[in-house]
């Protein structure tokens, strides 16, 4: 196998993981934020605090979302 083959099949690998990372971060961050919404609207507002904070948590990393 060359060199520059290799290279470019880990290359493809790593994008593939970043896109992964990325939806991953989106699903999570859109399901804490319905959910801190849910929690506001019901006006308890200690889950809904706590739940936001989780949902930051979750997608802390290169891709961090605002929740």
Sequence with gaps: MQ????R???HQ???RNVIAVK???KKRG???LECAKNYFSR???L???A???EGRRLCRGPFYLAV
């Design 51 to 53: 739940t936001a904070i």
């Design 23 to 25: 939806k991953m971060a």
């Design 13 to 15: 690998d790593a994008q």
């Design 30 to 32: 859109e399901t804490y």
């Design 47 to 49: 889950n809904a605090k």
């Design 3 to 6: 060199v520059g083959i290799v």
């Design 8 to 10: 470019s099949r880990d």
């Design 43 to 45: 006006r308890d507002l």
